[in-house]
């Protein structure tokens, strides 16, 4: 089942660098969790990123975020895209296929993990029919055959379901009707605004729209980011278990994204095993450096030459105390003939 093309427009958003500036693009998009698209165009010159759950994603050494202040013109275009099982933006805003064993709590997985604002369509075999609500990753309402539930028991009845259909289709955040937002990732001051991207702050200060003079035109960016590879997170951002299109119930993928909630709910406490939503806004990615992982490796090595050292010596010790068993063994046989 696909929306209409009319509909689309909805999933899309486009303007100009000069009426939108580059810091109330970049806030929207977290405000409204954008996972999608962001591409920035002036003339032959282009930038894009891939954001998912508000935040903007990128591989070591690409300059996307640095680079965003420096855009003062030009076009830009926004464009909503829901992820895959593993994790990857899909060309489209919604997932259907067949219920499973374990379907329902991958559902659930993918849009807390994306901070989706969505809705699950659910359609039994039998002929019983549901619906989930999700308002930025968090299951805010269902209704079970015509019934309103909960969103923690609805969970637990809708477990059972693994025959029938599904669909998850996102909400449009650039239609008629006014998006969900949550708070920008860090109080903003003056003329700057926060980006997520691997920085090294270590070089000063960044020059921000505003605070000083900018070129007029942008610098040609670093190769366009691509969809990045999972493996947490996050993630999430952010790891996990690895997971395949035919096997969605394991969900994972290989981006940088830091791991998010397996489920959060809205006015209702979380089901056992799992973590209560956050009350506050989400914090930045952090980066590493290849030094500290050099760092970190060779402090692992350490360790790990320390313990078996460590067991070396308690296996001599061992086989010296047996030998001298032994040997006292033998001696009191001898002198006992």
């Known amino acids: 089942m696909s929306l209409a093309s009319s509909a689309l427009g909805a999933y899309r958003w486009t303007g100009s660098l000069k009426e939108t500036s580059i ?14 698209n962001l591409r920035l165009q002036q003339g032959d010159q282009s930038l894009d990123l891939t954001w998912i759950g508000g935040e903007p994603i990128e591989n ?21 895209r829901i992820p895959d099982w593993k994790g990857r933006l899909t060309q489209g805003v919604e997932l259907s296929g067949s219920l499973r064993a374990g379907q329902i709590t991958a559902i659930y997985k993918l849009c807390a993990d994306n901070q989706l604002s969505s809705d699950v369509e659910l359609l039994r075999t039998s002929g019983e029919t549901a619906q989930v609500r999700f ?29 029938g259909t599904f669909r998850v289709v996102m909400r449009p955040a650039f239609g008629d009707e006014k998006a969900a937002e949550a708070p920008v990732f860090k109080a903003q001051t003056g003329a700057q605004f926060d980006v997520t991207g691997a920085a090294d702050i270590s070089k000063g200060n960044v020059d921000w729209p505003g605070s000083g003079p900018t070129p007029s035109s942008p610098p040609r960016a ?3 980011t691509s969809n990045p590879p999972r493996s947490a997170g996050a993630g999430s951002n952010p790891p996990k278990p690895s997971s395949s299109s035919s096997n969605p119930a394991v969900s994972n ?13 809205i006015k209702a406490p979380a089901p056992a ?48 105390v047996v030998i001298m068993l032994c040997l006292g063994g033998i001696a009191a046989a001898f002198f006992l003939r």
Do not use: H
Request: proline content about 7%.
């Open 273 to 320: 095993g799992l973590m209560p939503p956050s009350s506050g806004p989400t914090m930045p990615m952090s980066s590493i450096t290849k030094e500290q992982l050099a760092d970190a490796k060779a402090a692992d090595a350490k360790l790990a030459d320390a313990k078996a050292a460590k067991s070396n010596s308690m296996l001599m010790i061992v086989s010296v």
């Open 60 to 80: 070591e050494g690409d300059q996307g975020t640095r680079s965003l202040p420096l855009w003062t013109n030009g076009e830009f275009v926004v464009e909503q």
């Open 135 to 163: 308002t930025l990753g968090k299951a805010e309402s269902a209704i079970i055959a015509g019934q309103p539930e909960s969103a923690i028991a609805a969970m637990s009845k809708l477990n059972g379901w693994v025959e």
């Open 253 to 265: 993928s290989s981006s940088a994204i830091p791991p998010r909630l397996a489920q959060t709910l």
């Open 23 to 36: 810091r109330q693009l970049y806030e929207r998009c977290q405000r409204i969790r954008l996972t999608g």
């Open 222 to 224: 670093a190769a366009p």
